[in-house]
């Protein structure tokens, strides 16, 4: 079964703050993803990356950067939270057998 | 350049009822399509995808959807309706094997008994 799990269901924050968001997956997928979801927008994509080191921005990267230390973490970073910003992110990783993309649980996100 | 049009964002059946839940792509290239189903609090979780094989896909939980190139069409239908099947449906594009998705605004079906 592929797992894809993130670092924290439901976050809380200061505006101003430095977020981390963490993503984990242990099936060895290159091409890793973070999405945002609004209601009424569906998903957007914030950033990608399809190797160690290796990032694109998506739709929408303003406010965000990333990083891919390790092939099977992939984090999600807010260098300073605004109210804006909160929202649900889900992080998928690709598999590339069944050329599916695989969703985690999704961090709820809320910037005070 | 890809896109998704989801028609409805909100669908309401009874239970036994059919369900269609609409979807109208645009792509530039042989696209990829995808149906993606959320539950409360919940990841996505993969319905069915079509890849250029079969037009007719079926998937979990008795869901199938028609690929329909002259139409740019992949709508989503359920025979009978459960209560479980409430929850929101988006669907997806993308124009490349491992590419992100471009996904619709989603669609909240709602069953009643």
């Known amino acids: 079964d592929v797992k894809v799990t993130q670092s924290s269901r439901y976050l809380v924050k200061r505006t101003g703050e430095k977020v981390f968001l963490e993503c984990v997956q242990d099936m060895d997928h290159e091409n890793m993803f973070w999405y945002r979801q609004d209601p009424g927008l569906g998903l957007r994509l914030i950033y990608f990356s399809y190797d160690v080191k290796m990032k694109e921005k998506g739709d929408i990267p303003e406010g965000y950067s990333v990083s891919r230390e390790k092939k099977e973490r992939f984090s999600l970073i807010l260098e300073s939270a605004s109210t804006n910003q909160t929202s649900m992110y889900l992080c998928a990783s690709w598999d590339r057998r069944t050329d599916t993309q695989y969703f985690g649980p999704g961090t709820r996100l809320t910037v005070l | 350049a890809q896109s998704v049009t989801q028609l409805g964002s909100h669908v309401s059946v009874s239970e036994g009822a059919l369900v269609l839940l609409r979807c109208n792509y645009s792509s530039s290239v042989p696209p990829y399509l995808f149906w993606y189903v959320q539950y409360p609090n919940q990841g996505l979780q993969l319905l069915l995808k079509?890849?250029?094989?079969?037009?007719l896909v079926k998937g979990i939980n008795g869901f199938e959807a028609e690929f329909k190139k002259s139409e740019t069409s992949f709508h989503l239908t359920k025979p009978s309706a459960h209560m479980s099947d409430a929850a929101e449906y988006f669907c997806?594009?993308?124009?490349?094997?491992?590419?992100?998705?471009?996904f619709g605004k989603g669609t909240t079906l709602s069953v009643s008994s």
């Open positions: 997806a594009v993308s124009g490349q094997a491992g590419t992100a998705l471009i």
């Open positions: 079509y890849t250029s094989a079969a037009t």
